[in-house]
Nanobody, 115 residues
Framework: QVQLVESGGGLVQPGGSLRLSCAASGSIFSINSMGWYRQAPGKQRELVASITSGGNTNYADSVKGRFTISRDNAKNTVSVQMNSLKFEDTAVYYC?????????WGQGTQVTVSS
């Protein structure tokens, strides 16, 4: 019922920037939090950044100071601005929605940082 559509992934050189966006649609009555997770080959999925309905943010230590998460409540979207990208940021990035005590995941978008 609920769909999360991610956009903005792609190939970027080290030091470059990308902006990922996620639009939620469907039967959404409330949003507790939205965030981004990523998973690199052979590694666990990990939190990148999240933001609650109250505006509190949380970032992985590895991205603090480089990534910024934001929300547009009117459009039910969440975005993350990713600056100073590194090889280690290469992963599939997944949008996550927490709504009404249930978790919803996007299909993922590939981010590749390569020279």
């Amino acid at each position: 019922q609920v769909q999360l559509v991610e956009s903005g992934g792609g190939l970027v050189q080290p030091g470059g920037s990308l902006r990922l966006s996620c639009a939620a649609s469907g039967s959404i009555f409330s949003i507790n939090s939205m965030g981004w997770y990523r998973q690199a080959p052979g590694k666990q999925r990990e939190l990148v950044a999240s933001i609650t309905s109250g505006g509190n943010t949380n970032y992985a230590d590895s991205v603090k100071g480089r990534f910024t998460i934001s929300r547009d409540n009117a459009k039910n979207t969440v975005s993350v601005q990713m600056n100073s990208l590194k090889f280690e940021d290469t992963a599939v990035y997944y949008c996550r929605l927490l709504s009404g005590g249930r978790l919803y995941w996007g299909q993922g978008t590939q981010v590749t940082v390569s020279s």
